[in-house]
């Protein structure tokens, strides 16, 4: 009960968004939940994806979704606090999912640690998922801010390491 996975019409429009950002990218679901955002980019040809969730039963929820989908092999998940996660992770991404409780700050934390410690690939991409009324803090360069989409209260922001192609 304390997961609030994205809705289908959210998650499909977000693929649709990012299709062509997917195959053979590295991903980071951040605050994974059930795993959903990660499962899916897996399944539209993610190489691997790493899964990050404080709470013990959604880590082990993502761990028995990774299984069922039988994504073992081109998964880890991590239970953990995200960022902490972030303050020490030395992996690069091409893909980070930032879906952190609604008004927890816990978006603004994020975003300013992945940038802080640079870990996204350059031409990579963040989609932070947020209610309506956030609005991206500035960010430092080679990371920019890209296109906002709005489905109902809920809106999705893509931010982008420079030298991506603008979308």
């Known amino acids: 009960m304390d997961t609030r996975p994205t809705t289908d019409k959210v998650k499909e429009s977000l693929f649709n968004i990012i299709q062509f950002e997917l195959e053979g990218r590295r991903v980071l679901d ?5 795993g959903q955002l990660g499962l899916e980019a897996l399944s539209r040809g993610a190489e691997y994806c790493t899964f990050v969730d ?3 039963e959604a880590a082990a929820l993502v761990k028995e979704n990774v299984k069922l ?3 073992e092999d081109r998964s880890r998940v991590a239970q953990e606090d995200a960022l902490s996660f972030l303050s020490v992770c030395r992996e690069k991404f091409d893909v980070v999912f930032l879906d952190p409780p609604y ?3 816990l978006l603004e934390k994020s975003l300013k640690l992945l940038t802080q410690f640079d870990i996204l690939q350059e031409h990579g991409i963040i989609v932070c998922e ?6 991206v803090p500035a960010l430092e360069s080679p990371y920019e801010t890209g296109r906002e989409y709005r ?3 809920i809106k999705l922001t893509i931010c982008r390491r420079s030298g991506s192609v603008k979308r």
């Not at 951040?30 to 059930?34: K, S």
């Not at 947020?130 to 609005?135: F, K, L, N």
């Open 30 to 34: 951040l605050f994974a939940g059930t």
């Open 54 to 56: 404080q709470r013990r």
């Open 69 to 71: 989908c039988r994504f």
């Open 103 to 105: 008004q927890s700050g």
């Open 130 to 135: 947020s209610g309506t009324e956030w609005s």
């Open 151 to 153: 489905y109902g209260q």
